[in-house]
């Protein structure tokens, strides 16, 4: 499943839900793509993306409300992601996505 185009992703944390948007473009197994959040600062461009047969992952860093690095892998079905994210030391937690 490609995922080229623009997803909005929730990440489910203590803090409560997360919401992410992401732009991806696949150049063969790599992946790269612009990323926002909703009330966190992040450095636009992802870091490492690549997808193997319908998984996909990439990197984010963000800067608050702490500097971490946060890493996204999902697997694609169609319109929808589900995977996990992991933010730096602070384990994993369930990430569902759709393409909008």
Known sequence: MSTDGSWQLDI?????????????????????????????????????????GDVASWKIKCR??????MKVTVTVNGDTMTGKAKP???????????RV
Request: proline letters at 9%; charged letters at 30%; aromatic letters at 6%.
């Open 88 to 98: 730096g030391m602070f384990g994993t937690f369930p990430v569902t996505g759709r």
């Open 12 to 52: 489910e944390s203590p803090l409560g839900k997360q919401s992410l948007w992401v732009e991806l473009t696949e150049e063969g197994e790599k992946l790269i793509g612009k990323a926002r959040a909703n009330g966190q600062v992040i450095d636009p461009d992802i870091i490492d993306g690549e997808k193997v």
């Open 64 to 69: 608050k409300p702490v500097p971490l690095t």
